[in-house]
């Protein structure tokens, strides 16, 4: 049972958030004791200010298996942690959420593995999530449900709770038909999705692959952005909106840490450990094969071999953070990278200059925001990625209006910032070369009218934006099947601002 709130003094929470982690750390010592510590992700600072203002739960695995904590209060929030067995673990998130979703929703650059044992687990796991949603609503309260992982809870929810507001965004890409198709339950994968009253995507593009799955897997009828679902037995149609929400981050946070004395004295320290070089190039991404590290690599040294740039001037530092170690992929990735730069480095650095230097770690986000500062290049060569937060970052940390930024079209980050970005195809590894080249040399006018102009857009569509837009939205459609509690502040068909329909 939910505690009764201390802010509505009612049973249950008007908001509850519900994504495959929670946003807090936790750690178990010698004699068993369980403590925790909030980690610093951008979905908590999207929500916190909306989750305390409307008094809210959050719903979430711990990261750990076997893992029971009960509820508890953090920052005025409900925490209400999952449990997951070691074998769920294998087969919900590292296998279907991370071998066959993850893979199959990005091209499928990796081929997705189809396991059905996988998916009992999925189907499982997410029943799990949505009855600990379901205890937690107040009635009529809003349930907003984040990623790929979750997207049968949905549905699972609203056959408990028909009179609940339900959201569910997507923080990855949508596949295009085609290669939806390939899943063997991709009919349950849309029907789980329109339990939600509203589906967010990064892009307008996803919003419009996921309406054709629909119209080609389902039959329903859609008009534009809106789906009709039919009604179950006595009860009437729904609609369901499928429009585009792209995520942001807490830009003036970002652009105010990289502003500390702190940060700028590490940014230097950063530079002379390097040996101030004239042009420091950057790349941090999760140890990912979506994210175009090697391609990014492969480009770096052939322009070495070329004599385009030459490692006394230039250097590249690629954090590669850990992550997903247990899935084959990500251990091939992790193989196939380290020896890309070992080679290069064995053939081009020499004392004292390494051409390039690999870190696989994670760092805090003050040590991210001195290598922002730092960086002449920020080089961000997905091959296909939902947004990617890294470019945003980037941009909000550089208030001196300095750096160029060199980024994948591929992303969803490149449909807003195309104005001030280098975009490039990262599979056209010519003319990536030429593009990286011309960053190392763009000069200092060029690079702060570029960034100038990528400022203004990140600083004004930030992350808190973006949550309320979504929330808005989905505040302002009428619910069918309980009297509404709110009145509606905007028709349910007409567009929102931010979010473009399909
Ligand atoms: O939880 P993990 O398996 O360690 O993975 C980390 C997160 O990666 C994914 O991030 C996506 O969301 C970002 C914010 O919307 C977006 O910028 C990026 O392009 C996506 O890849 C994933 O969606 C999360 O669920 C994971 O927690
Ligand atoms: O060592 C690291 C590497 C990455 N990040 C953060 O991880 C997030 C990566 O988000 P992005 O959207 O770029 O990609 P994702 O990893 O979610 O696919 C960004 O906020 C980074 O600042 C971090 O804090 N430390």
């Known amino acids: 049972m939910p505690r009764r709130s201390p802010l509505t003094g009612k049973d249950g929470y008007d908001l509850v958030v519900v994504s495959n982690r929670l946003p807090v750390d936790f750690t178990v010592d010698d004699e ?118 979750l ?94 929400f792209p995520i942001s981050i807490d830009s003036r946070t ?49 322009i070495l071999q070329d004599g385009r740039i030459d490692v006394e001037h230039v250097t590249l530092v690629q954090v590669a953070s850990p992550s997903r170690e247990n899935v084959g992929a990500y251990q091939e990735l ?12 064995g053939e081009y650095a020499e004392i004292g200059h390494a051409a390039i230097h690999y870190l696989h770690h994670s760092y805090p986000p003050e040590e991210m925001a001195a290598l922002y500062l730092a960086a002449d290049v920020m080089l961000v060569t997905s091959l296909r990625d939902g947004m990617n937060l890294v470019a945003k970052e980037y941009i909000a940390a550089r208030s001196d209006d300095r750096g160029v930024l060199v980024l994948s079209e591929f992303t969803g980050a490149a449909d807003e910032l195309a104005g001030g970005a280098l975009l490039v195809n990262p599979h056209d590894i010519d003319g990536m070369k030429d593009i990286i080249v011309a960053a190392a040399n763009m000069d200092v006018r060029e690079q702060r009218k570029r960034m100038r102009r990528l400022r203004r857009r990140v600083l004004a569509d930030d992350v808190s934006k973006w949550s309320e837009s979504f929330l808005g939205v989905l505040q302002a459609m009428p619910s069918r099947d309980t009297p509404r509690t709110h009145a509606p502040s905007r028709p349910t068909d007409e567009a929102p601002a931010e979010g473009e329909g399909a």
């Not at 298996?65 to 942690?81: C, G, H, S």
């Not at 991709?186 to 593009?205: K, S, T, W, Y």
């Open 32 to 149: 068993g004791h369980v403590d925790w510590k909030r980690s610093p992700g951008g979905l908590v600072t999207a929500l916190e200010p909306v989750m305390q203002k409307s008094d809210g739960a959050w719903v979430g695995w711990s990261g750990a298996p076997d893992l029971e904590v009960d509820p508890f209060d953090a920052d005025d929030m409900r925490l209400v942690p999952v449990t997951l067995s070691a074998t769920e673990i294998e087969r919900y998130y590292e296998g279907f959420s991370n071998d066959t979703l993850w893979p199959l929703y990005h091209d499928v650059i990796a081929p997705p593995a189809f396991h059905r044992q996988w998916w009992d687990a999925y189907r499982r796991v997410n029943q799990r999530f949505a009855d600990a949603a379901a205890a937690q609503a107040e009635q009529g309260a809003t349930v907003w449900v984040h990623d790929y992982q």
């Open 254 to 302: 970002f652009d105010e840490l990289a502003r500390t004395p702190e940060v700028q004295a590490r940014s230097r320290e950063i530079r002379a450990d390097l040996g101030d070089p004239e042009c420091m190039m950057l790349g941090v991404d999760r140890l990912d094969y979506t994210k175009g590290i090697r391609h990014r690599i492969k480009a770096y040294g052939e």
């Open 151 to 244: 997207q049968l809870v949905p549905r699972m929810l609203r056959e408990q709770r028909p009179d609940l507001r339900i959201g569910f965004f997507n923080h990855i890409p949508f596949p295009p038909l085609e290669l939806f198709q390939q899943l063997p339950w991709r009919r349950q994968v849309i029907d789980g999705l329109l339990g939600a009253d509203l589906i967010g995507f990064q892009r307008a593009g996803d919003a419009s692959n996921f309406i054709r799955a629909v119209r080609r897997l389902t039959g329903y009828t859609t008009r534009g952005p809106i789906v009709t679902v039919p009604g179950a037995e006595d009860r009437p149609s729904r609609n369901v909106r499928a429009a585009a």
């Open 334 to 345: 992790r193989e196939q990278v380290e020896g890309l730069v070992g080679r290069i480095n």
